[in-house]
Each structure stands twice: as C-alpha cells, then as structure tokens.
C-alpha cells in the first residue's frame, strides 16, 4: 500500500522484477523508433505533441488496470501506468529518458510529468498530517519556517 516508483529502460532483470510487480511484463521483437504520437489520456501525457522513442527491442504487456499511456511507432505498448491501492508505477520501455533523449523538449516533459504524477498522493485526505501556514506568498530571496504536524492515528 502506498509509494511510487519509475521503472526505465528495456527488459533485463532490474526492470522486469519491479514492473511484474503491478502485472507488467516485456515483450520482445522487432526494433522500432522514431516519433509516436499515440497517446492515451492520462496525467503524464498532458502538453505532449510527439514523444521520441530510443531504438527499442522490448515493448510492454500491460497489467490488468493498467493504462497504456504511449505506444510506440509500431503501435507497441511503450509506456505503461497504474495504481492500485495506494501504490502508484510507471513503466518506459526503453531509454526514452536518459540524458540524450532528455533534450528532446517532449520526452523531458514526459519525465516531468511522470515524477509529477507519481510524487501526488494516492489519497487526498492524509488526516494526520498538517502544515502550518497552508500557503503563503514571498518576495524574492526571502524564506518562511514551515510547520509540519504528525498525529498518530
């Protein structure tokens, strides 16, 4: 119950252990890149024109309550989300972000986006946590102590 985690790149055994996790496995065949525009809408494809895929080997199977949120040039499964019972996965099939495929504009927007969507609380209401001020406003090159509360449930 709970956490979030980021599997990339393609099948090997550091990858396919944590992905089968949530039911996600690897597939294996033909390489494809190139551009996809095949998306599914979820919060990690939001503002996404075009997403390049590195030359791949490996595409997904998704997990029952799964969503495949991109799907290669192929049409493959590429990049795979879920959550269930608290606990939040993303799965890229490939290296579509390490540091040469990060400049492209989108891909590093996808990875934003991912890190967004898993760093979000599963659960709205967390009712033994609390901060003290809620929001605040500052001027530039200033700070302002932040009270965090834990109460035991």
Avoid at 33 to 40: E, Q, V, Y
Avoid at 118 to 125: G, M, Q, V
């Amino acid at each position: 119950a709970g956490g979030a985690v980021l599997v990339h790149g393609e099948s090997s055994n550091s990858t396919s252990g944590p992905a089968g996790i949530f039911g996600i496995s690897y597939r294996s065949g033909s390489c494809t890149s190139g551009l996809t525009t095949n998306f599914t809408p979820h919060p990690i494809v939001q503002g996404l024109g075009g997403v390049y895929v590195d030359s791949t080997c490996s595409w997904l199977a998704a997990g029952s309550g799964a969503t495949v949120a991109v799907f290669d040039a192929a049409g493959q499964p590429h990049v795979v989300a879920q959550e269930e019972s608290g606990g939040k996965m993303v799965v890229v099939a490939s290296e579509d972000l390490t540091d040469w495929m990060i400049m492209n504009e989108d891909n590093r927007l996808l990875g934003n986006n991912i890190v967004a969507w898993l760093a979000r609380p599963a659960y709205s209401d967390v009712p033994w946590l609390s901060f003290s001020p809620m929001s605040a406003t500052l001027p530039a090159h200033t700070g302002l102590a932040i009270s965090a509360r834990s109460t035991a449930t």
